[in-house]
């Protein structure tokens, strides 16, 4: 029989050497849950052009200026861009975000606030501008000068999309509901076709309006370039929330290289170039201009990443809107999706606190957390 005290120095070193590896692989595990992620995958709106896939607004930029791409490679992360059509952007989005196949995108307020409402954890790391215009045209022989003379007519809007907050907007100031008009949800790409016919009398769209017009389908009887600057749709940089905290590093890269895009295009040397870039993917350079013409807003704060009081107010607005309206079925806090601190840091690391104008309070407490 083994001698009684060998035999227990024996189990000793057993449970010791399983302590040990037990601890090991603790700390392994937390090295292997520390590793950065191989790549930052950022989507975006993107159109066919010239056979290759063009990204609008300051995605586009951003992969033109390369910046983000070499600062990235500098610490052994790729960087992937995966092109969504303008027809489904939304929608697939977020079921990009909801698989954790994508870790930032370019897209609008509506989307977002369903997203979240959803359990998906978004932050708006950076506001993109100052908003969208939206168009309400109606079509040819109609006699019809505003949203009032269309009570009880077809109009075209595509539901769940950031525009339906400024058309619930004109709605409201004229006393009107959605319940007082035939609300046709179809996609902005089969509009044209249905108010041609006379399908639908009138449609409410982004730029797309102006573009109808000039074919001669429909004629513009009203824009929010008439209404409040908070009416306008809005668009921004999303990051999905728990790749946001795990990351600050490289968000903070990734919200530099938007606010770098965002300066270039600000600049009014750049102003020919930004319009020629926007009409990639057949709207016209002229439409574009239109577009941005007679809206009041310099051309600087066009691109303006700042947290002004009115950023958070819009999101307020839009988040009460979808519950109220059904879209969602849970309330969201819409200060919470706001996150300020990338935007201020890039502010300081790119030396432009100065460049646009700083907003009178900040829309979200400041945070030194990360």
């Known amino acids: 029989m083994a001698n009684p005290k060998s035999r227990s120095l024996w189990i000793g070193a057993v449970v010791l050497a399983l302590v040990a590896a037990a601890v090991a692989f603790q700390f392994l595990g937390r090295d292997r849950a520390s590793d950065p992620p191989k790549t930052v995958t950022i989507a975006g709106i993107a159109y066919p052009y010239e056979g290759r896939q063009v990204y609008n607004g300051l995605t586009g930029v951003v992969i033109e200026q390369g910046w983000l791409k070499s600062e990235l490679a500098k610490r052994g992360v790729e960087l992937a861009f995966t092109p969504v059509p303008t027809a489904v952007g939304g929608p697939l989005i977020n079921e990009g975000f909801s698989g954790k196949r994508i870790d930032f995108a370019g897209y609008g307020d509506f989307p977002a606030i369903i997203a979240v409402s959803g359990g998906v954890p978004l932050k708006l790391v950076a506001p993109i501008g100052s908003g969208q215009n939206s168009y309400l045209v109606v079509r040819n022989g109609l006699a019809a000068k505003s949203i009032a003379d269309l009570k009880g007519k077809r109009i075209a809007l595509h539901r769940g999309r950031p525009w339906e907050l400024p058309f619930s907007k004109l709605l409201d100031a004229n006393g009107l509901k959605l ?54 749709m809005r668009a921004e940089l999303f990051g999905r929330g728990d790749f946001v905290d795990d990351n600050p590093q490289l968000t903070q890269l990734v919200v530099d290289a938007y606010v770098r895009a965002a300066a270039w295009s600000a600049r009014e040397e750049n102003r020919a170039e930004v319009i020629r870039d926007a009409a990639r993917g057949s709207v016209p350079e002229d439409v574009i201009a239109r577009d941005y013409a007679e809206s009041g807003i310099p051309w600087r704060d066009r691109f303006s990443p700042l947290f002004r009081p009115e950023v958070a107010e819009h999101y307020r607005a839009a988040a009460a809107y979808a519950y109220d309206r059904g879209l969602v079925r849970s309330k969201i806090d819409a200060d919470r999706l706001l996150d300020d601190r990338f935007v201020t840091r890039s502010l300081h690391n790119l030396k432009l606190e100065g460049f646009w104008n700083a907003p009178a309070a900040s829309a979200v407490a400041a945070r030194t957390d990360s």
């Open 179 to 232: 319940s007082d008009f035939t609300i046709v949800n179809i996609n902005p790409a089969a509009t044209p076709a249905a108010l041609a016919s006379g399908n639908v009398d009138a449609a409410f769209l982004l730029f797309d309006g102006l573009l109808l017009e000039q074919k001669g389908i429909g004629h513009v009887i009203w824009s929010t370039k008439q209404a409040p600057a908070d009416w306008k």
